[in-house]
């Protein structure tokens, strides 16, 4: 039976104060009759003609076991009320309901200060919807986010493939509710340094980068980014490319797409690949050097970012509450909540489920990162 946030569970206080107060009794009787307990541990009372030296014996117990007594009732008197005063004020027997905070979250894929405010709005929306507090947790890196969510430190969190999958397979029953349009037809930017001759690279494959690679730096996202490391090595695996083996030296692992692009166009690594949504933002801001740094190949479409809800919301927030929260994520809209949609980078959220990611887990299996 679940107590919905109560301050204490009443079953039990209703239990403690009769046990204490039962306990307090027999140690004040025990203080203030003595001879009962002494008849009680077989100490019979003295008899005329009795041994002298049994009777100084008895004496003796007696008066140990009278100061016993006397420091039990002392005690008592003291501890108990504290006890009392410690253990029973949130049991009173009226309902003390804390109301529970929804726990939002979401791989830390770019710019803190951008997740900062995306999450910030988005906790506002949420609450003012349904009516709950609501609170961004923010995390260090991508298992972070995994590890909270499938130890219940997150309600809802925005995911990308990969660490969907592997939040879904550590917290069984987790849904996946929705996604951006954008997400069922996702795809990795490769990019290159200006030291890399782009214009002898088809546009339209990988084959070319492999007669390079030997001469060049790579750098991933994070290990467990789906568009920033999972289907980039998988599509550079299907072109007959080893990134381990090929490139001059093993691939680096930036931790952020936007640290990929920044890197590249530093000229300390000479291929990367990234998020298309963090690469076309910052063209589009002007943010980039496209005289340093360039797009040469576009990977097939995959499935990837998703809201992914907890199990745990229909015991904590009431049956049904998954579903509200998959009604608040698909009433966003432009009109009413562009600022929201343009920090996820979508124009909407629509219905998804957790098979539309079974094509991640398998290529996800197949080299190694989910066993």
Known sequence: MD??????????SRLVSPVLALCLTGILRMAANPGQVWRRLGLAPIKPGTDQAWVRRQIRRSRVIKNVSARIAWLALVFIPLILLGILPGCSGEDQR???ILKVGGIPDQDASRLARRYESFSDYL????GVEV?????VDYPAVVTAFSQDGLDLAF???LTGVQARLRRPGSQVIAQREQDAR??????????VPIESLPIDSLAGLKSLASDLTLTFGSEISTSGHLMPRHFMGQAGIDPDKDFRSLPNYSGSHDLTWKLVESGSFDVGVLNENVWDRAVDQGRVDLERVRVFYTTPEYFDYNWTVNPNVEVRFGQGFTGRL????????DGEHGDILDLFSARRFIPSQNDNYDEI???ARSLGIIR
Request: net charge neutral; hydrophobic share 35%.
């Open 326 to 333: 998959r009604d608040a994520l698909l009433s966003l809209n």
């Open 135 to 139: 609170e961004y947790v923010p995390t």
């Open 3 to 12: 107590n919905h946030g109560y301050g204490c569970y009443l079953p039990v």
């Open 186 to 195: 996702f795809h990795t930017k490769f990019i290159a340094g200006a030291r």
């Open 159 to 161: 995911f990308g493939g």
């Open 127 to 130: 609450s003012d919807r349904l």
């Open 98 to 100: 804390v109301s529970p």
């Open 361 to 363: 887990e398998t290529v």
